[in-house]
C-alpha cells in the first residue's frame, strides 16, 4: 500500500476534512467515502447555477463550469483543464478519446500543467517527464464567480516523492477564470532559502479542423530549438505553418500569437505574460502511431501552442518570491 501512494495514486480521503475520519492507509476507499469526499467539496465550493463538483471520467474529481459566457471542465487530477466552450462557439480544446483517466497517468490532451521542468529533466533523465504535477491531485482552494464567468484556484506542494527529484519546497497555484476568454495563471512560489530555475509550461491543446491548414502569426523572426532535428537552433521565416512533426521551442517571444483555421473559421488568440518562451508541438502521422493514449488521426485535430519558460529562458525565482506565467485564449469567429 506504502508503495502505491508514493506512485501517487489518487486517494479520495485527501479531499475530506480532517473531522472525516477517514484511514491514511485507504488508498482507494469506498464507493460511500468518494460520494463523502465530493459532498464536502460541492458544500463548501459549489456555485448553484455556475460551477458544481462531480466525479468525472475514471471516477476522479473534476469542476464542472455553466456559466452564461461558458462552459468548461478542470479536474483535480493534475489541474488539468479539458475543456473551454464560449457562448455561442464550438470547444476550442482537444482531448483524445483514447486519454487514460487513471492514477498516475497523464491526461492527453486539454492543458497539462508542466513544472518545475519541461520536457525531460536535464540533469536526470529518470525524473518524471514534464516535471512533478501533471498526475498528482491538487487542492481545491476556491471557486467564485467573475463579471462573466467562474474562477477555479487549485493548489499543490511539494512532497517526500519530490523531493528526490526537486529538493525544494514549494506551492504552485493555478487560477483558471473561465469566461468568454480563458485565463489561467500558474504561480510558483519558492518556499526554500535558494533562487531556483524553474522550467514551466502551460501545455495547451487547441482544437483545429486540420493541422495542415492552419498558420500561427506573432512568432516571424523568432529564434527557435528544433527538438526534432536535434534540437539544432534555428530561425523562423513568416507564419508558422505545420507540414511535419513539430516540436519547436521560440526563445523570447512575449508578443501575442494567433493561430488562423480556415477549416474551422475562426481564430484563436494566445495572450502570454511572464512568458519569454513559446513551444510548438504536434506529432504527426508517425509519432501518433507511437503513443497508445492518441488515436492515429487525432494527430490532424489539434496544435499545441504553449505559453512558457524554457531552455535558455526559464524563470528564475529567488527565495520568498513568486513567479506567475499566464496564458489568456480567446476565440474569434471568422
Not at 51 to 80: D, N, V
Amino acid at each position: 500500500m506504502e508503495q502505491m501512494v508514493r506512485r501517487g495514486l489518487f486517494r479520495w480521503e485527501l479531499l475530506l476534512p480532517a473531522t472525516a475520519g477517514c484511514a491514511a492507509e485507504h488508498t482507494w476507499p469506498m464507493a460511500s467515502t468518494q460520494a463523502d469526499a465530493l459532498n464536502a467539496l460541492q458544500a463548501k465550493h459549489r456555485l448553484p447555477g455556475l460551477a458544481e463538483i462531480t466525479a468525472g471520467k475514471g471516477g476522479l474529481p473534476r469542476i464542472l463550469i455553466t456559466s452564461p459566457a461558458a462552459s468548461g471542465e478542470i479536474y483535480l487530477h493534475g489541474a488539468h483543464i479539458t475543456s473551454w466552450r464560449p457562448a455561442g462557439a464550438e470547444e476550442v480544446i482537444f482531448l483524445s478519446q483514447n486519454s487514460r483517466w487513471a492514477d498516475g497517468e497523464a491526461i492527453r490532451g486539454g492543458v497539462p500543467v508542466c513544472s518545475p521542468w519541461f520536457r525531460t529533466k536535464e540533469d536526470n533523465p529518470k525524473a518524471p517527464k514534464h516535471g512533478l504535477v501533471r498526475t498528482k491531485t491538487w487542492s481545491l482552494e476556491a471557486m467564485e464567480a467573475t463579471a462573466d464567468g467562474v474562477r477555479v484556484t487549485l493548489a499543490t506542494t511539494n512532497d517526500a516523492e519530490g523531493m528526490q527529484w526537486w529538493p525544494f519546497e514549494f506551492t504552485l497555484r493555478l487560477r483558471a477564470t473561465f469566461g468568454s476568454s480563458l485565463r489561467m495563471e500558474l504561480e510558483y512560489a519558492n518556499q526554500s532559502s535558494k533562487p531556483v530555475t524553474v522550467g514551466e509550461a502551460l501545455h495547451s491543446y487547441l482544437a483545429v479542423g486540420d493541422v495542415r491548414q492552419i498558420s500561427v502569426s506573432g512568432l516571424d523572426g523568432a529564434r527557435y530549438f528544433d527538438n526534432m532535428d536535434g534540437n539544432r537552433e534555428k530561425r523562423q521565416e513568416g507564419a508558422l505553418r505545420f507540414t511535419k512533426g513539430t516540436d519547436n521551442a521560440y526563445m523570447e517571444t512575449a508578443a501575442e500569437l494567433v493561430l488562423h483555421d480556415p477549416a474551422l473559421r475562426r481564430r484563436i488568440h494566445v495572450i502570454k505574460s511572464g512568458s519569454r518562451s513559446t513551444v510548438a508541438w504536434n506529432p504527426w502521422e508517425e509519432g501518433a502511431r507511437r503513443m497508445g493514449d492518441l488515436g492515429d488521426d487525432e494527430w490532424r485535430q489539434f496544435a499545441c501552442i504553449e505559453a512558457s519558460n524554457v531552455l535558455g529562458c526559464s524563470a528564475t525565482v529567488d527565495p520568498s518570491e513568486t513567479h506567475t506565467l499566464v496564458s489568456e485564449l480567446a476565440c474569434e469567429r471568422l
